[in-house]
């Protein structure tokens, strides 16, 4: 069996192998220099030192080739490690890279919904908050609405007429404090006018200075400007403002419309 089919000899790094070639090298290079040297046995066997020192060379030269492998290898080993290492960078950088750019796109895609989500809620308060403005100002409109119609509903409705007109009087003169009943206004105009608003004296002592008594009361201008009461029309042929202008000057000559029985 060869050296080369030996358990023991496949066990071998490379180097050991070069190392182990090259001794079997030089020692088959030495055996080849004693074959060759003239002479007999004997001088063969008497000179050692000279073969010793035949061989030597090829020993030497067989290391050196192993000592060149050995480094060829090893070389070899680092560059292949470099390269290991570089591409192992270079997976790990690809790798971060990747990861951060899977993490920013997560990121923006957060701050997108979350952006999103405060639009809508934006929105959605807004909607809210027009509503309630609108239901709150339907709200108004109809209580404003309410009142009206409660303010409508509490006015009196007065007749166009003489009874009418008395009690209408009456209501405002109250609101005034002007002191005054119905009979009493009633019993002075029929006695000055007859009932009729449009009544005007052109003969009496005021017709003659150029201020005729008119109305209802038969009230002259002046009076009629000086004891106008705010609210009514300023007409004096108005029949309620002339019975109330009437009766606020009665009560601040004779106390009340119902002390006067004559001419005023």
């Not at 009496?204 to 201020?211: H, M, S, V």
Request: hydrophobic content about 45%; charged content about 20%; some cysteine.
């Amino acid at each position: 069996m060869s050296a080369s089919r030996t358990p023991a000899f496949r066990r071998l790094n490379l180097s050991r192998k070069a190392t182990i070639v090259a001794t079997m090298g030089a020692i088959g290079a030495g055996s080849l220099a004693l074959a060759v040297v003239p002479g007999n046995d004997s001088a063969a066997a008497a000179s050692p030192a000279h073969s010793t020192v035949a061989s030597a060379p090829a020993a030497w030269t067989g290391s050196e080739q192993a000592t060149a492998l050995h480094a060829s290898i090893a070389k070899q080993q680092i560059t292949a490690q470099s390269a290991a290492k570089a591409q192992a960078a270079a997976f790990t950088k690809a790798a971060n890279k990747a990861k951060d750019e899977k993490a920013a796109k997560a990121h923006a895609a957060a701050e997108a919904k979350a952006k999103a989500a405060a639009k809508a809620k934006a929105a959605k308060e807004a909607k809210a908050a027009a509503k309630k403005a609108a239901a709150a100002k339907a709200a108004k409109a109809h209580e404003a609405k309410a009142a009206a119609g409660r303010s409508a509903a509490r006015k009196p409705v007065y007749a166009n007429n003489l009874n009418g007109w008395i009690h209408e009087s009456l209501a405002i003169m109250k609101k005034h404090h002007i002191p005054g009943s119905y009979n009493g206004i009633y019993r002075n105009v029929m006695r000055e006018s007859s009932g009729n608003p449009k009544a005007i004296n052109l003969w009496d002592i005021n017709a003659q200075k150029g201020i005729p008594s008119k109305g209802l009361l038969q009230v002259i201008p002046p009076t009629f400007k000086t004891y106008h009461v705010a609210g009514t029309p300023d007409n004096i042929y108005n029949p309620v403002s002339n019975i109330v202008a009437a009766c606020n000057y009665a009560a601040d000559k004779y106390g009340s419309m119902d002390n006067v029985d004559s001419a005023y």
